[in-house]
């Protein structure tokens, strides 16, 4: 059996509205004649010849009465269906989002988010989850709908991002630390007891490179798997922390921060999602909002 061709659905529609095979072709900019070989098919294909002839017009069957209220919004379903989502409406949106991110992120800039999302979308709620690594299962499979992250050229090609800002790593310890005072050389940031943050368990990272280019080495006295777990062992020891700024500008009230004394690169921190969101208009009014809350 021959699939069915549903442009006639359309040429079907018109012609019972018209109710003639000339105005009909002009309404599709057709000509008459091919208008005529529509209403051909159309007789072949339903089995009824839907349109006849009363005087000097044509009437619809019986048949074709019945189809016509359906045909009808069967047409309009099928335009909505293929038109560009329109706008929606943020006040009855109900849905809940579920968003991936390092140790920090969400101490930081979760509070704004939420008061924002609140704001404007009262039914939509935040599932806040802790990304353990950098793969992109999650966003794949669906189970995570938006992740923030260290970007760099090797990110995944088959997920999309958008920068949301710059950040740097800077020093932070207790506010009673020797290093509040004075200057704060190479040397004596070496000199102390440091927290190195690894997700993966490495033992050093680019400071420690640093470092060896001015011919220093640090002494780590624990490794931790989070920035928020070494702002809190920074606050109650002597460990010196090495976090980044703008990630962590929620964590570090009563400790005091200083510029690191060593030479490090800026890293890019961006919002990543999958191709099958991009269109999405609840998605994209929720990667405003979040890129929105972090330019602040």
């Known amino acids: 059996?021959?699939?069915?061709?549903?442009?006639?659905?359309?040429?079907?529609?018109?012609?019972?509205?018209?109710?003639?095979?000339?105005?009909?072709?002009?309404?599709?900019?057709?000509?008459p004649s091919a208008m005529s070989r529509a209403l051909a098919r159309l007789r072949e294909t339903t089995g009824d010849p839907l349109l006849v002839r009363a005087g000097r017009g044509l009437v619809p069957t019986l048949r074709a009465q019945q189809l016509r209220a359906q045909v009808s919004q069967l047409v309009l379903d099928a335009q909505a269906v293929l038109r560009p989502a329109q706008a929606i409406d943020l006040a009855q949106l109900t849905r809940t989002f579920v968003l991936r991110s390092s140790e920090g992120f969400v101490e930081s800039f979760g509070p704004a988010l939420i008061a924002r999302v609140a704001e404007q979308a009262p039914g939509v709620k935040l599932h806040f989850v802790y990304k353990p690594d950098g793969q992109g299962t999650p966003l794949r499979d669906g189970s995570v709908d938006l992740e923030t992250g260290v970007v760099d050229s090797h990110a995944n090609?088959?997920?999309?991002?958008?920068?949301?800002?710059?950040?740097?790593?800077?020093?932070?310890?207790?506010?009673?630390?020797?290093?509040?005072?004075?200057?704060?050389?190479?040397?004596?940031?070496?000199?102390?007891?440091?927290?190195?943050?690894?997700?993966?368990?490495?033992?050093?990272?680019?400071?420690?490179?640093?470092?060896?280019?001015?011919?220093?080495?640090?002494?780590?006295?624990?490794?931790?798997?989070?920035?928020?777990?070494?702002?809190?062992l920074a606050h109650r020891t002597d460990l010196i922390a090495s976090v980044p700024e703008r990630y962590t500008q929620g964590l570090r009230e009563g400790l005091y921060s200083f510029a690191l004394p060593v030479d490090l690169p800026q890293f890019s921190v961006a919002m990543l999602w999958h191709p099958r969101s991009d269109a999405d208009l609840a998605h994209r009014w929720l990667r405003g909002c979040l890129r929105e809350v972090c330019a602040q």
């Open 157 to 232: 090609p088959e997920v999309m991002t958008q920068l949301l800002f710059r950040d740097r790593f800077i020093g932070v310890v207790r506010k009673d630390h020797p290093l509040c005072r004075g200057e704060i050389t190479a040397q004596r940031y070496a000199a102390g007891k440091h927290i190195y943050v690894s997700r993966r368990g490495r033992v050093r990272g680019q400071i420690d490179d640093a470092l060896e280019a001015l011919q220093l080495t640090r002494e780590v006295a624990t490794i931790v798997t989070g920035f928020s777990t070494a702002l809190a």
């Open 1 to 31: 059996m021959s699939s069915p061709d549903f442009n006639l659905l359309v040429t079907l529609d018109v012609l019972l509205a018209e109710g003639s095979v000339a105005r009909a072709a002009q309404r599709l900019g057709l000509s």
